[in-house]
Structures are given as C-alpha cells and as structure tokens.
C-alpha cells in the first residue's frame, strides 16, 4: 500500500505566497517522477509541474517563474512553492508520485488534493 498526503493549502491574498507538501509513505522502492496537477472550477486537470529523480523540472507556461518544485528523496516528499499568486491560480492542486512498489510494479499514485484559494 502507498498514500500520498498533501498540506499547505488556503486562502491567501493575490500576490502571496503558498508552499504545498505532499509525502509519499508505504511500501516504496523508489519514486520516479514526482510533481503537481490542478483543476479549477469547471476546468480539466492541468499538469502544473513536475520534476525527475535527478531534479530536471518543467512548469506549465503560465506558472513560470512564479512556483517552483523541488523534492526531498531521503523523505520522499515533493514541494511546490507558489509566489506572486494569482485568482487564476485557485484550483484543487493535486501531487503524484511515479512510484516502484516492493511488488516490483511501477504506478502513477496521487495525493487527496488541497485547495488553493487565491482572493481579496
């Protein structure tokens, strides 16, 4: 069994900053890729970041050079840092973890989402 926990999440004011964790926990043999999805109201899911066991990262056009993602492989959590929030920011934000299981089997696992709510 594998569970991703996410935290962080909350109102903040446009222009403030965030940071979501998510830490994967269970019988892990190692984690591939790691990174963040969102949706908005009314919106599909989105890829917003992800970074590689070797820590390349890609961003989504409209999030670059405000959040960055890092990862933390000893405790098996990924970050994403948020700055200069904005309204079109506010979606549930979900992580993933591209994960090598004691059963040898490699799966997308995801966290239970956390919601980001950027407003005056």
């Known amino acids: 069994q594998v569970q991703l926990v996410e935290s962080g999440g909350g109102l903040v004011q446009p222009g403030g900053s965030l940071r979501l964790s998510c830490v994967a926990s269970?019988?892990?043999?190692?984690?591939?890729?790691m990174g963040w999805y969102r949706q908005a109201p009314g919106k599909q899911r989105e890829l917003v970041a992800v970074?590689?066991?070797?820590?390349?990262?890609r961003y989504v056009d409209s999030v670059k050079g405000r959040f960055t993602t890092s990862r933390d492989n000893a405790k098996n959590t990924v970050y994403l840092q948020m700055n200069s929030l904005k309204p079109e920011d506010t979606a549930v934000y979900y992580c993933?973890?591209?994960?090598?299981?004691?059963?040898?089997?490699?799966?997308?696992?995801w966290g239970q989402g956390t919601l980001v709510t950027v407003s005056s």
């Open positions: 993933y973890c591209r994960i090598v299981t004691t059963s040898r089997d490699t799966y997308n696992y």
């Open positions: 269970g019988s892990i043999i190692s984690i591939r890729d």
């Open positions: 970074i590689t066991t070797g820590g390349n990262t």
